[in-house]
């Protein structure tokens, strides 16, 4: 479908301010004030000072909580987005409610005791973000996330996506009959996005720890759905004579 820019002058806006950009910078002011995620339940909680708040804002990282506090702002991230912050850009450190700081495999045994698919679906979170997708959660739309080229005040989200595994079976079992096509492909086309479907293979079956990520492939697949308007011979008028 190609991207939907909102309002005269935002692609300009977004090629001269690349996520890429964006996200580096972020990640070096999370490493310079030593940026510590405070776990609740299936989130973290980051609180951000105002510099910090407009990057995590541009980034696309988390969202931010009401709070009473004037020269602070809490962030609510969710576990793909803490763990790619700490595991894959390392500028933050996840603490307990003891101020105990988490190692990797310690944040990871947390997450998937949490949320029994995590190692796909933040394997599939981490492969579009490192291709500068900002990625959000898709949950309005029946999908498991949404990705935008830019930031959602510059452009529509291109991608409907869904992760799958045929190793998970029943626990991520979507997409297994036609009307399960047939549906989701009618709500994307509703909502102008295209249907992207992540794949992942996993080499090992072991995910005890992160160590197992380098062991998954993603394979991408986009779908579409095809109308037989666009197939049909035009027809051709005959001349009588």
């Known amino acids: 479908m190609g991207s939907r820019w909102k309002g005269k002058g935002a692609e300009v806006k977004a090629l001269a301010d690349p996520i890429s950009e964006i996200v580096s910078q972020l990640q070096y002011s999370l490493i310079s004030s030593n940026s510590r995620g405070l776990l609740s339940g299936m989130s973290v909680l980051l609180k951000a000072d105002a510099e910090l708040t407009d990057l995590l804002n541009r980034a696309c990282f988390g969202r931010p909580r009401v709070t009473s506090e004037k020269n602070e702002q809490w962030f609510q991230l969710s576990m793909e987005e ?18 105990t700081e988490l190692n990797n495999d310690e944040l990871w045994k947390h997450m998937t005791s949490k949320k029994e698919t995590f190692p796909i679906l933040f394997k599939a979170f981490s492969h579009l973000r490192s291709k500068n997708w900002v990625t959000r959660s898709g949950s309005q739309y029946g ?12 452009v529509h989200s291109e991608y409907a996506v869904l992760v ?10 979507r997409l297994r009959v036609w009307s ?62």
């Open 143 to 154: 999908v498991d996330f949404v990705a935008y080229r830019h930031h959602p005040a510059l």
């Open 164 to 173: 799958l595994s045929a190793q998970d079976g029943s626990a991520n079992g």
């Open 180 to 241: 399960d096509f047939h549906c989701t492909l009618r709500l994307c086309g509703s909502v102008a996005k295209t249907l992207l479907i992540l794949d992942v293979e996993q080499q090992q079956s072991c995910a005890a720890s992160p160590s197992c990520l380098d062991n998954y492939i993603v394979e991408e697949r986009t779908i579409i759905r095809w109308s037989p308007e666009q197939g049909r011979e035009k027809k051709v008028k005959c001349d009588p004579s």
């Open 82 to 99: 803490a763990f790619y912050l700490q595991y894959s850009l390392k500028c933050i450190k996840v603490v307990d409610n003891n101020d």
